[in-house]
Nanobody, 123 residues
Framework: VQLQASGGGLVQAGGSLRLSCAASGRTFSNNAMGWFRQAPGKGREFVATINWRADNAFYKDSVKGRFTISRDNAKNTLYLQMNSLKPEDTAVYHC?????????????????WGQGTQVTVSS
């Protein structure tokens, strides 16, 4: 089972990026999915999660209105559209699959993790 995140890069403040997370080895269509991030010298933090039916999403306060999480279960792929990026969004972004169909910000709920993709926002 593998979760492969991609789409990171270097962008100026105010710019946009779209992250993707492709799952292989099994389907996660019945699992909630999430994005977490880890900035240099800091612990990993929750960013966003979406339930299995993609009809409910939950975000970290600081990204609300700027980030949008979505999924395509037919493609077994998770997305994170990031707009109006800020330097403080700089981090390695990881995708993760929850062990349940719905979930929240608790890392312990997530049983599968991808290796991450670097997002760097310059000021």
């Amino acid at each position: 089972v593998q979760l492969q995140a991609s789409g990171g890069g270097l962008v100026q403040a105010g710019g946009s990026l779209r992250l993707s997370c492709a799952a292989s080895g099994r389907t996660f269509s019945n699992n909630a999915m999430g994005w977490f991030r880890q900035a240099p010298g800091k612990g990993r933090e929750f960013v966003a999660t979406i339930n299995w039916r993609a009809d409910n999403a939950f975000y970290k306060d600081s990204v609300k209105g700027r980030f949008t999480i979505s999924r395509d279960n037919a493609k077994n792929t998770l997305y994170l559209q990031m707009n109006s990026l800020k330097p403080e969004d700089t981090a390695v972004y990881h995708c993760a699959a929850n062990i349940r169909p719905w979930g929240g910000s608790d890392e312990s709920q997530y049983g599968y993790w991808g290796q991450g993709t670097q997002v760097t926002v310059s000021s």
